[in-house]
């Protein structure tokens, strides 16, 4: 486990992207020697400033990378 003053890491990786959300995956490690702490995932809708669901436009998706 980390400690208080232990620095650690978060390792972000985009596992898949569609025209309506993207999803995360996180790695938590100790700086000093990358041991993995913690793993998990996070899933991103794309939303519109009333909180629906929108669609990504095709000429958006390659600025994802």
Do not use: W
């Not at 978060?10 to 700086?31: D, G, H, P, R, W």
């Amino acid at each position: 486990p980390a400690r208080y003053d232990d620095e650690v890491t978060v390792i972000t990786e985009m596992v898949k992207l569609t025209k309506a959300s993207v999803t995360f995956n996180y790695q938590v490690c100790l700086t000093s020697d990358l041991t993995v702490l913690a793993t998990g995932s996070t899933v991103h809708a794309f939303v519109n400033a009333e909180g629906r669901i929108v669609r990504l436009a095709d000429r958006l998706l390659p600025q994802f990378f």
